[in-house]
């Protein structure tokens, strides 16, 4: 399985962004997907998550409220819409697929990672 993330950029605190995570492969309507973030000269952390079913979501507490995943099986994609954005969340955000099919908070449970898509929110 291959994953694109897409829909990173420049915006200003406070504004939106919606960021897109393509499957090459149909059997990740099975697949739990995560969301994590790296800043720099820090670790990689979670985000968002959300169970094969789409059933189950989960957030870390810098962003409920203020960040949504979803996902559209139909068309192998994972979105993460990014409001109220604080130069905090200026992170690559990476998406991950887990085989598993769970909403996991942990980097390892995942099988299958998108190259990142650069995020800068400016104050």
């Known amino acids: 399985v291959q994953l694109q993330a897409s829909g990173g950029g420049l915006v200003q605190a406070g504004g939106s962004l919606r960021l897109s995570c393509v499957a090459s492969?149909?059997?990740?309507?099975?697949?739990?997907m995560g969301w994590f973030r790296q800043a720099p000269g820090r670790e990689r952390t979670f985000v968002a998550s959300?169970?094969?079913?789409?059933?189950?979501?989960d957030y870390t507490e810098d962003v409920r409220g203020r960040f949504t995943i979803s996902r559209d099986n139909a068309k192998n994609t994972v979105h993460l819409q990014m409001n109220s954005l604080k130069p905090e969340d200026t992170a690559v955000y990476f998406c991950?697929?887990?085989?598993?099919?769970?909403?996991?908070?942990?980097?390892?449970?995942?099988?299958?990672w998108g190259q990142g898509t650069l995020v800068t929110v400016s104050s």
């Open positions: 991950a697929a887990d085989r598993g099919g769970l909403a996991s908070r942990i980097l390892r449970a995942y099988n299958y």
């Open positions: 492969d149909g059997t990740m309507n099975d697949y739990g």
């Open positions: 959300i169970t094969g079913t789409g059933r189950t979501v």
